[in-house]
């Protein structure tokens, strides 16, 4: 698949996510949600900011072959792209995780994986690499509640071959579609299964296991209601985002996996069908 459509599709999904409205806790077009530090336009700009970065991994991907020189220039090519986005938004980090997911996703496309399936288990090879090249330093945040909580985060996440993106999000997507649903709910809904399940380290940052639960309960409750497109799913909805915005529980791991997941669904794969699940034939690594 092309650099630049690869480079133009994440992007395209980093501003889905961002423009999806009304998310729980989360940026969206009525305003910053759990934030203080950042709105729409500030994650509009930081997403144009990524372009290219992800055409400069994904051209990396096609000229490397897999292994350790891979890895660590898509490392060196993520620091770059971390900067750019630092520089757009002002030292703001709006997107660090889903330069971490989409970056791994599109180096492993344009390497040759051919359905969603392959192109996971490739982003988990090279997450498995070491990259020598890390910056030593303070650890992040995400890091932080890694060894705090023993819970995988990012990392951990694309390790295990993104499973709340393939076995999670991707399916109550398109199951929400075949229920006749918008694709605004269908969105919405894909998030919040995701949310229900993700031990999401940024909320885990903010609010700890209480907080987690308080994201996670809530949003199976949402679903358990109908979801979004339902008229008691919707309030409870609004109910669990008035309720997040109070705590200051922003669930962005949950949002950084649905841009990845609307990623993957944007995509124009040779052959696809669209269903909720793709029967895997091979893969090239």
């Excluded at 889905?16 to 203080?36: N, Q, T």
Aim: aromatic fraction near 2%; glycine fraction near 12%; charge should be positive.
């Amino acid at each position: 698949m092309r650099a630049d459509v690869l480079a133009d599709t994440a992007v395209r999904a980093l501003r889905a996510e961002a423009l999806l409205s009304p998310k729980p806790g989360l940026v969206d077009a009525r305003g910053s949600g759990a934030h203080d530090d950042m709105d729409l336009p500030l994650l509009l700009a930081s997403a144009e900011a990524l372009r290219p970065t992800f055409r400069a991994v994904a051209d990396t991907a096609k000229r490397l072959v897999f292994g350790a020189e891979l890895r660590e220039e898509l490392g060196r090519l993520g620091r770059a792209g971390d900067q750019a986005m630092s520089r757009a938004t002002g030292e703001v980090n709006t997107h660090r995780g889903a330069l971490w997911a989409l970056g791994l996703l599109v180096a492993a496309i344009a390497g040759g994986a051919g359905d969603e399936r392959c192109a996971a288990g490739g982003a988990a090879g090279l997450a498995a690499l070491p990259d020598q090249w890390i910056p030593a330093g303070q650890a992040s945040h995400g890091e932080l509640v890694r060894r705090r909580y023993g819970t995988g985060g990012a990392r951990g996440e694309a390790e295990d071959a993104f499973p709340h993106v393939i076995e999670v999000a991707l399916p109550r997507l398109r199951r929400a579609r075949a229920d006749g649903r918008s694709e605004e709910v269908a969105r919405l809904d894909a998030l919040l299964a995701v949310m229900s399940l993700l031990n999401d380290t940024c909320v885990l940052h903010r609010g700890g296991r209480a907080g987690l639960r308080v994201v996670q309960l809530g949003a199976s409750h949402v679903l358990a209601e109908g979801g979004a497109g339902t008229d008691r799913g919707r309030s409870a909805l609004l109910e669990l985002d008035h309720r997040l915005r109070g705590l200051r529980l922003s669930p962005g791991g949950s949002g950084d996996l649905l841009a990845a997941a609307l990623f993957l669904d944007m995509l124009p794969w040779p052959g696809r069908r669209l269903r909720a699940e793709l029967e895997v034939t091979a893969c090239r690594r």
